[in-house]
């Protein structure tokens, strides 16, 4: 992946304005349909004409609703860059993992040493592209140099694994005191992941498998399903807020964990959904660290440092820039 494209909505009221972002994420979303500018164009008339009411019409279009949710805190805060007031915009910050991107064993190293050298407490690895042994190997050279005490660790498998050799590949990793594990299975099997989360010495996080499940119903009814050890929980991909919301409450009532990952949004998608997550008052490491790997960005007070994520000196909005994208 070499880019992605991505879609800005603006409102306007009188001197005030605001911004938001629908993040669609081609090739993962639920919503990536051809016709998905129509829509997004239709929605744009629909909320001019009702405001918020129309929102919830598009909940089969999450990063549409993410979008008008982002922009209406956005037109309503008091400023266009500070849409949920917390401690998180004082300068106190939200802890994050460390995300290690699929490579050549050689690649990968440089990844874990460059982030546990900048400090982070907690990496993220992407596995499943390589040999499950070199995989296996690199975890073990890891924890001959750091405990699990010293370093958290989780790894996602993207549904790699076969549903015949999962559970063994479960044991063999949780033998490395790691974390979790996402998505070890490729997502829509749920007898076979509800099997598999019964059975796992791995905690089992779910991330794709929550894609394309709009309905609060049908959210309680996988993870009753499933009863998987936690959910992942990307906004632009799981209905915006709101439809985020519904999956920590169906979460919480299952005593299922959860954190809040960024799913590579710009400054602006990022901005919001830190500030959200900050209300939240979450104490684990979120996915929050995906803004920095773009080449091109808008210029913010968002920054990482030592395993967390910021708002504050370090960095500005260039308001000019992006209030001229609305008006």
Known sequence: M??????????????????????????????????????????????AEQGDQAVGAYREYPSIVIGFEQALH????????????????????????GLIWMGEPSFMKQQIRAKIDAGF????????????????GMLQEIRREFTPRDLEIRVDANGAFSQKDALEKLKRLSEQGLHSIEQPI?????????????????????????????????????????????VIIKPSLAGGFSGSREW???????????????????????????????SLDVHMPQGLGTGSLFTNNFESPLHVTGGTLRYGPGGQWNESEIKNLCI
């Open 2 to 47: 070499t880019q992605k494209d991505t879609y800005f909505v603006c409102l306007r009221a009188g001197e005030a304005w605001g911004i938001g972002e629908a993040g669609l994420f081609r090739g993962l979303s639920s919503d990536d349909r051809p016709d998905f500018e129509q829509v997004l164009a239709r929605a744009c008339e629909a909320v």
């Open 74 to 97: 956005s037109l309503r805060g008091s400023t266009p860059f500070e849409l949920f007031p917390s401690s998180f915009l004082k300068g106190e910050p939200i802890p994050i993992n």
């Open 121 to 136: 407490p907690c990496l993220k690895l992407k596995i499943g592209a390589l040999e499950f042994e070199e995989e296996l």
């Open 186 to 230: 490729a997502p829509g099997s749920w007898e076979a992941m509800s099997e598999l989360c019964a059975r796992t010495p791995l905690p089992i996080a779910l991330d794709e498998e929550l894609i394309g499940i709009h309905k609060a119903r049908e959210k309680h009814q996988m993870l009753e399903w499933i009863q998987p050890q936690y």
């Open 248 to 278: 920590i409450e169906a979460a919480e009532s299952r005593r299922i964990g959860w954190w809040i990952t960024s799913a590579l949004e710009s400054n602006i998608g990022l901005n919001a959904i830190a500030q959200w997550t900050a």
